[in-house]
């Protein structure tokens, strides 16, 4: 059966409404998947950017954090250098300030040792004159000893002398009293005569060594000095023997010999001693009081001694002083 034109051209209307409406709904579903996808893409943008933007923030702040790393570094590198070039500075101060302290020591060990060499020459040179001027001086008392010794000889030989011609003269004399004496008997009774009283005197021995001591007044001949074995001997001779005492006080021991005289003004010279190693620092020999002879013996510090007697020579011998 055929259709008419006016069905046709209303189901070609109705066909094409249907088409335009489903293209304008195509086109409406199509704008609206635009329009979700722009929002998506804007979204997506925004989120990119925030992300950029966030990226960017820690960007910058990691660059600035590793500014401030670098720039602490850079600070604490010039810091250590700062430091190592103080160090160094100090370093060098130290080792020229070491530098010069070992060279004033130097010096001073250069100075201490020339000194002491100055000293050590000195003291060589004092030595020798000091060896030299006890030499002199020893040799000026061994000639002193000599001629002491010399004047003692003839002083001895002169005492002998004259003590010979004493005793001849009263040899003399005694025996023209014993002829007087017998020319008076001759001329008394025999009963008149009775015993006839000696007139010697009783000789009293010494101090020591038990020698007989007359009452003639004796002679100092010789005082002198000799270093011993141990000991130092201060020796005094007389003519005969004496009778004398001592006496110590302090430093001082005095040798005082009775009824006694110098007869040479060479003994009362003084004995100067303290050069030697000895206690004894001096000796001389006076004239005393009341007849007697004082021989005064200056210590130079307190000494044991010991005094003897052997005839007509007396001995103090002093103990060496420790050294």
Same mark, same amino acid.
């Given at each position: 059966?055929? /259709?008419?034109?006016?069905?046709a051209?209303r ?5 094409r409404?249907r088409?335009?409406?489903?293209? +304008? *709904?195509a ?22 950017q ?51 302290e070992?060279? !004033? ?7 201490a +040792? ?12 004092? +030595? *020798?004159?000091d060896a030299?001027?006890?030499k ?10 000599r001629?002491?010794?010399? +004047?003692?000889?003839?002083e001895?030989?002169?005492d002998?002398k004259?003590?010979?011609?004493e ?7 005694r025996?023209?009293q014993?002829?007087v004496?017998?020319?008076e008997?001759?001329s ?10 000696a ?16 009452? !003639? ?9 000799q ?18 005492? /001592?006496?110590?006080?302090?430093k ?26 000895t206690? /004894? ?13 004082? /021989?005064?013996?200056q ?8 005094t ?16």
């Amino acid at each position: 059966m055929g /259709v008419s034109a006016a069905e046709a051209t209303r189901a070609a209307n109705e066909e094409r409404q249907r088409q335009e409406q489903a293209a +304008a *709904a195509a086109a409406e579903s199509a704008r609206a998947e635009r329009a979700a996808q722009d929002k998506a893409a804007a979204e997506a943008t925004a989120r990119a950017q925030a992300d950029a933007e966030a990226e960017r923030k820690r960007q910058d702040e990691s660059r600035a954090a590793a500014q401030r790393q670098e720039e602490e570094t850079r600070a604490a590198a010039q810091a250590a250098a700062e430091e190592r070039k103080r160090q160094e500075a100090d370093a060098r101060a130290s080792a020229q300030a070491a530098a010069e302290e070992r060279k !004033r020591q130097d010096a001073d060990a250069r100075a201490a +040792a020339q000194k002491t060499a100055e000293e050590e020459r000195r003291a060589a040179a004092q +030595a *020798a004159a000091d060896a030299k001027r006890q030499k002199a001086e020893e040799a000026r008392a061994e000639a002193d000893a000599r001629k002491q010794a010399q +004047a003692e000889a003839r002083e001895a030989a002169a005492d002998e002398k004259r003590q010979k011609a004493e005793d001849a003269r009263a040899e003399r004399e005694r025996r023209q009293q014993e002829a007087v004496a017998a020319a008076e008997t001759r001329s008394r009774p025999a009963a008149s005569q009775g015993s006839r009283a000696a007139e010697t005197r009783h000789e009293a021995s010494s101090s020591s060594g038990g020698s007989e001591v007359s009452s !003639r007044r004796k002679t100092m001949t010789l005082v002198g000095f000799q270093q011993q074995q141990g000991a130092s001997r201060v020796f005094v001779r007389t003519n005969e023997p004496v009778r004398y005492t /001592v006496s110590e006080q302090d430093k001082q021991v005095v040798l005082e010999l009775e009824n006694t005289r110098v007869e040479f003004t060479n003994n009362t010279r003084p004995l100067d001693t303290h050069f030697f190693a000895t206690a /004894v620092a001096k000796v001389e020999a006076d004239p005393g009081a009341n007849r007697t002879v004082r /021989v005064t013996i200056q210590l130079k510090e307190s000494a044991r001694f010991e005094t003897r007697q052997d005839g007509n020579l007396i001995t103090l011998d002093f103990q060496r002083p420790a050294r």
